[in-house]
């Protein structure tokens, strides 16, 4: 247990929808990364928070957006959803103030239909 | 563009030999690496991980190597149990003003064969 927490683990959604995949980071840290893995491909990152503040952003499309509360619990909202958004979507936290390395959670999958 | 690459989608290894993956990597600027394990509907457990002041860093059966004038890493798994059969991603860690970042590899698959 790396003790990030995603939820849902599964989701199936139709074309068009929007869903919002929630993770909550590891006790203690203000960093929470989103990644995408689509079939095949390796991990794409799509856009980091700091305490609250969005840190760097990777591959993100415009059609998704994120942010982290203050409980520092983050959300990753997907909208206008296509076929090709299908994909396993991880979070990772990491205690700031070192170069260590991001705990995964385990993921939501992701099915657009 | 890809600042990590791992160029072999998939190895694999007879239970006992020496399993090694590989991964380059562009950025001159990453000064820490990586390596997360990964089997089927889990998240990327972290393994081990080097800083770009080491050329060698090992735990128990896994040895991770750095060569930074070929911008390569290797990971070694001696001996190789079925247990391991996992994908292997390599990440590799920068600053961005007051950010760190983690740069992943499209993985390699490993599979011990007993």
């Known amino acids: 247990d790396s003790g990030v927490t995603q939820t849902p683990k599964h989701l199936i959604t139709a074309t068009g929808q929007r869903v919002t995949l929630r993770c909550s980071p590891r006790?203690?840290?203000?960093?929470v990364y989103w990644y995408q893995q689509s079939l095949d491909q390796g991990l794409q990152f799509l856009i980091q928070?700091?305490?609250?503040?969005?840190?760097a952003k990777g591959n993100i499309l415009e059609r998704f957006s994120a942010q982290q509360f203050p409980d520092l619990h983050s959300e990753l909202n997907l909208s206008s959803l296509e076929l090709g958004d299908s994909a396993l979507y991880f979070c990772?936290?990491?205690?700031?103030?070192?170069?260590?390395?991001?705990?995964f959670g385990q993921g939501t999958r992701l099915t657009v239909v | 563009d890809q600042q990590v690459k791992q160029n072999s989608p998939s190895l694999s290894v007879q239970e006992g030999r020496i399993s090694i993956l590989n991964c380059d990597y562009t950025?001159?600027?990453?000064?820490?690496f990586l390596w997360y394990k990964k089997y089927p509907a889990e998240g990327p457990t972290f393994l081990i991980s080097?800083?770009?002041?080491?050329d060698k860093n090992e735990d128990g059966r896994f040895t991770v190597f750095l060569n930074k004038s070929a911008k390569h890493l290797s990971l070694h798994i001696v001996p190789s149990q079925p247990g391991d059969s996992a994908v292997y991603f390599c990440a590799a860690s920068s600053s961005s003003g007051s950010a760190r970042q983690l740069t992943f590899g499209s993985g390699t698959q490993l599979t011990v064969l007993p």
């Open positions: 006790s203690g840290d203000l960093s």
């Open positions: 928070y700091y305490n609250g503040e969005e840190r």
């Open positions: 990772a936290s990491r205690a700031e103030g070192g170069p260590t390395g991001a705990f």
């Open positions: 080097i800083s770009s002041i080491k």
């Open positions: 950025n001159s600027m990453f000064d820490y």
